[in-house]
């Protein structure tokens, strides 16, 4: 069973860099396409990007200018920057599988997310 | 924004049979893009429910079903249990913005 863990610092101060790692188990990072999902207080979920093993990535237009996505086979982790944060970036992150087709992309794993505020 | 609109919330008896619309447009849905639908419980993260617009994935009930037509996709839950209070949302690829979107968000209350 793949299972995916979240870490990374709960609190950001405004105009920082926002830096979470998703550590996968049960399943190999060199398959599939990896995810980054937020969700704000009482709001709905927002895709960030994907990675790829090859270190490929693809992003939210709205968030591509200030976000980073990269992957470390060896330690079977992928990773989220941020920039310049502000509170409105203050949301659960998830991270997911993605299983990819030439007609859709399913996030069938998640992570049970973290909660990251952005205050001074 | 969310670009797949879904109603804010449904109700329903026990029971009974209740249904969340979510409505695209030619760039996603309409374009042939597959749906999926995700349950979110309560302080709980996402879980698939729906893939390929009307897929299963092992363990979930056949009470929930999905379609999809045109620009649109459904989700169903029929026999309506208190465990199906949640969140449920629907997501698609959208090839005008070349990434994943997903719908508004629908609360469903058991009554």
């Known amino acids: 069973q793949v299972q995916l863990q979240e870490s990374g610092p709960g609190l950001v101060k405004p105009s920082e860099t926002l830096s979470l790692t998703c550590t996968v188990s049960g399943g190999s990072v060199s398959a599939y396409y990896w995810s980054w999902i937020r969700q704000p207080p009482g709001r709905g979920l927002e895709w960030i990007g994907y990675v790829y093993y090859t270190g490929g990535a693809n992003y939210n237009p709205s968030l591509k200018s200030r976000v980073t996505l990269s992957i470390d086979t060896s330690k079977n982790q992928f990773s989220l920057k941020m920039s310049s944060v502000t509170a409105a970036d203050t949301a659960v992150y998830y991270c997911a599988r993605v299983k990819a087709s030439p007609i859709g992309e399913t996030f069938d794993y998640w992570g049970q997310g973290t909660l990251v505020t952005v205050s001074s | 924004q969310s670009v797949l609109t879904q109603p804010p919330s449904v109700s329903g008896a026990p029971g009974q049979r209740v249904t969340i619309p979510c409505t695209g447009s030619?760039?996603?849905?309409?374009?042939?893009?597959?749906v999926q639908w995700y349950q979110q419980l309560p302080g709980t993260a996402p879980q698939l429910l729906i893939y390929?617009?009307?897929n299963r994935p092992s363990g979930v009930p056949d009470r929930f079903s999905g379609s999809k037509s045109d620009t649109s996709a459904s989700l169903a839950i029929t026999g309506l249990q208190a465990e199906d209070e949640a969140d449920y949302y629907c997501?698609?690829?959208?090839?005008?913005?070349?990434?994943?979107?997903f719908g508004t968000g629908t609360k469903v209350t058991v009554l």
């Open positions: 390929d617009n009307t």
């Open positions: 030619s760039s996603n849905i309409g374009a042939g893009y597959d």
């Open positions: 997501q698609s690829y959208d090839g005008r913005l070349s990434g994943s979107v």
